[in-house]
């Protein structure tokens, strides 16, 4: 039901482009010239309502990159006891135009206190569009594919690196 109510509020959303973009083309003597600038601005009026997205998608697809990984020693690691600290945990990030949360998992040696490994995840929400429609519970991205990241091992290296976790 709401993917139709999104592909209607689209449909609707698109039309007005069309209309707006023609209007402002109409006076544009040259009949190549004025399609060309009516369809520039309908893409361009109908990517406005997602630009936020795309920019805060670009800017957590280059977070996730850079330091959703897992930074470990495995040879200091292996057979420790380790306690898991999360600090930041689900902070906002101040300078993007979508809300992204960013998370950092220290695992600390429990008799030293010791870093034994680390890793960043992020999470990040829809923008502006998506959360003004509400048809997505979790104010899911329209633009991002999945919108969450964090080490691809980051659920099983404690088991390979012989991690016993404590809490």
Known sequence: MTGLYL???????G???????????????????????AAMLM?????????????????????CRENAVLRIDPEKARGRTVKVVIDPSNEILPWTPIAIYHSHLSFLDVRTNEQ?????????????????????EKSAPITIGLPGCSPKNSGTFP?????????
Do not use: C, H
């Open 116 to 136: 034994i490994a680390e890793y960043d995840s992020y999470v990040a929400k829809g923008g502006w569009f998506i959360r003004m429609l509400g048809i997505s």
């Open 15 to 37: 039309v007005a482009a069309v209309l707006v973009a023609r209007r402002i083309a109409r006076p544009i003597q040259n009949t190549s010239l004025r399609i060309g600038v």
């Open 7 to 13: 592909l209607a509020v689209l449909a609707i959303l």
């Open 159 to 167: 088991k390979q690196y012989e991690l016993t976790l404590i809490n």
């Open 43 to 63: 893409a361009a009026s109908m990517a406005l309502l997602v630009a936020d997205e795309l920019i805060g998608g670009y800017q957590f697809r280059q977070l």
